[in-house]
């Protein structure tokens, strides 16, 4: 199935976690945000949060600074 990820294209499994994904992508551990189709998905159900096909998604890190 395919999703867009920042702007990018990306295929995923049918059955994908928004927890894999960030897995997949190598952030986890970060402080990071992700909005699906405009709507923000809490951190506490990206175990749950399956996507659709053709879901546009977000994902910014926080970042430090002063």
Do not use: K, W
């Amino acid at each position: 199935m395919n999703i867009i990820v920042n702007g990018d294209s990306q295929t995923i499994e049918e059955s994908c976690t928004a927890a894999q994904l960030v897995e997949q992508m190598g952030i986890t551990g970060g402080r990071i945000a992700m909005e699906v189709n405009q709507e923000i998905v809490p951190r506490s159900t990206y175990g749950t949060h399956q996507f659709q096909a053709d879901d546009i998604v977000e994902i910014v890190h926080a970042v430090g600074g002063g």
